[in-house]
């Protein structure tokens, strides 16, 4: 089993990270506070819940605690407060009381949204992440939960940091292909902007991460993990540092939005935009070299670096405009100063943007 601390004073929490530590689960959730005498809520999705909810359940209330659960359809659309209201109304008529906690099982839309659900229930109560998904490692570290905005992602939301995140390798096994190279894209990332190294041994390590070998993997996860977690650690609420963990996200985003949150995964969609930012590093003077080199490490993993024609140029830019980043007519990026370094710019002129979009549409690997 792997302990990494996300160190941020009273409300520091570990990562557990292992295979099949689902079975001590009831344990955890007494070494993370939670008392039996309340109520827990467990928030999955229509993928997740067949697959490991029943036993959860089982095992929680074979230690002692009441349990409800709230399965919400799965995919980016339940982000919503449609959504949030309904596993609101759950939680009201289970009784939850300020003691209880939420525990989210599944991906980067469940811990969310149960999340949000945590941190606005009776003003705050408990709450477990239970990622299972490769894209989760980042999502579930740090705090960020929120719900979306038609026009916007994350818009509404919070910080509000989680008592213990529990990563079960063995619940990452059923994972789609797919879902596994989106998965990456973020473990990736967090080795382009502080640990050069972890970016090429990702490379190196390319067909065992996809072919999910455990110990592999439960290295990439616990390297991932520790980068953000010091990452948090130093910047919890993003004055500064933490918005280098954006990388790729401003071009991500809006790509996301114009494809209505459906056409690409969370991480098909940062991959293009982190080469976008390898591009628009080429306009600031960063070498070339830097921009192909980053392609090179994303297409190891499979993941896209180019964007689709028929996505409009005047759609991403509008998307861009409701990105929380964006102020006066300029918008706020992560760039590459090299593999593993980046940096923060403030007041990316738009028509340099534009030149990157349209270098993405005619650059890199196809989706």
Not at 78 to 88: G, H, Q
Not at 96 to 123: E, I
Not at 149 to 163: E, V
Not at 315 to 341: L, N, Q, S, Y
């Amino acid at each position: 089993m792997r302990r990494i601390n996300v160190a941020l004073g009273e409300r520091s929490y570990p990562i557990v990270i292992g295979s099949g530590i689902l079975e001590g689960i009831a344990g955890l959730c007494a070494e993370a506070g939670f008392p039996v005498r309340s109520p827990l809520l467990i928030v999955s999705d229509s993928a997740v819940a067949p697959l490991y909810l029943s036993e959860l359940e089982e095992r929680l209330k074979a230690g002692g605690y009441t349990v409800v659960s709230h399965i919400i359809p799965a995919g980016e659309a339940s982000k919503s407060l449609t959504v949030y209201e309904e596993v609101m109304t759950t939680a009201i008529s289970a009784g939850l009381d300020r003691s209880s906690a939420v525990l989210a099982l599944g991906g980067g839309v469940v811990g969310d949204l149960a999340g949000f659900v945590a941190a606005t229930y009776m003003r705050g109560i408990g709450f477990m992440q239970i990622p299972t998904t490769i894209l989760a490692h980042d999502s579930s570290v740090g705090g960020k939960v929120a719900v979306n905005h038609p026009l916007a992602k994350n818009m509404i939301g919070a910080f509000y940091q989680p008592k213990m995140v529990v990563y079960d390798l063995n619940t990452l096994l059923s994972l789609p292909p797919r879902q596994v190279r989106s998965g990456l894209a973020e473990v990736l990332k967090h080795g382009l902007i502080l640990d050069r190294d972890f970016a090429y041994w990702c490379r190196e390590h390319a067909a065992e991460l996809l072919a999910l070998d455990p110990e592999a993997l439960g290295y990439a996860l616990e390297r991932g993990c520790a980068i953000k977690a010091d990452v948090v650690g130093e910047d919890e609420r993003e004055h500064g540092l933490r918005a280098i963990l954006n990388l790729g996200h401003t071009i991500g985003h809006a790509v996301e939005a114009v494809g209505g949150y459906g056409t690409f995964l969370h991480g098909e969609a940062i991959s293009i935009g982190m080469a976008g930012s390898a591009l628009l590093a080429a306009k600031l003077g960063r070498s070339r070299s830097l921009y192909e080199e980053t392609v090179s490490l994303l297409g190891a993993l499979e993941l896209p670096t180019r964007l689709p024609a028929e996505y409009g140029e005047e759609e991403i830019i509008e998307a861009m405009m409701h990105d929380k980043k964006f102020k006066e007519g300029r918008i706020t990026f992560i760039v590459p100063d090299e593999i593993g370094a980046v940096s923060i710019v403030n007041g990316v002129e738009e028509s340099a943007v534009r030149e990157v979009i349209r270098q993405l549409k005619e650059e890199g690997s196809p989706w």
